[in-house]
């Protein structure tokens, strides 16, 4: 009974980590817990790379163990896997962090990225969770929701993340009604000030949205103001890729 209650009080650590990052004391007062065993529990997480800290008494995340958990699909085949060479060309192409998401409880959930050398870097966002209306990734997963199912996000309330959210019901249908005849969504500080982002959908032979591929930068420098449209169409380019690739395997 012990082993069961252990593995019950890890997977409460997981959920409340799938929430966002958090410090070993904020995690036990989230899940009820003492601060020892929350510390054990996540000593061996760690081991197993299902949680990761980026630096020494650092806050806690999801770790690539996990994601890549995740994101095994069929015959053992990775989505992440299969993503990673899009979204290093992606990168470099573009000069910013590439990344994939998919959609998971109607929030965005980031499985990897692929960033490059440079002064100024990024927040790393993998496994983590971002709200659908805030994130280009999620944008994507919106526009191609049937209506009955977009009825149902929009009329649940859309909260902003920053002061730029767009989030009046009106403008977020003509929103999406763009993205759709573009193929990819742009989004300006509207989830963290400070950072753009452009994503594009990954579909699947039936049409159905399998995940999307997305890139961002710090808004001082990305994009270029006369490069929104060309970084839109690398970003479809490696999206349709990697579905052509995924269809494949």
Known sequence: MAGVQSIERAFSILRA?????????????RVDLPKSTVARLLAALEDEKVVAQDEAGGEYRLGEGLVDLVGSVRSGRSLVATARPFLQDLAQAVGETAGIS?????????????DLDSDVQVRDWTGEYAPLHVVPSGLVHLAHLSESALDAVIGSGLEPSTPHSVVDPVLVRERLQQIRSAGYAWVYEEFVEGINSVAAPVLGTDGDLVA??????????FPHPDQTHDVGLLVIDAATGLAAQWAED
């Open 17 to 29: 980590l799938a929430v966002g990052p958090s410090g070993v004391t904020e995690l036990a007062e």
């Open 102 to 114: 998919i959609l998971d409880e109607g929030q965005v959930y980031y499985l990897d990225h692929v």
């Open 212 to 221: 999307a591929v997305h890139i961002h930068g710090p808004a001082y420098r």
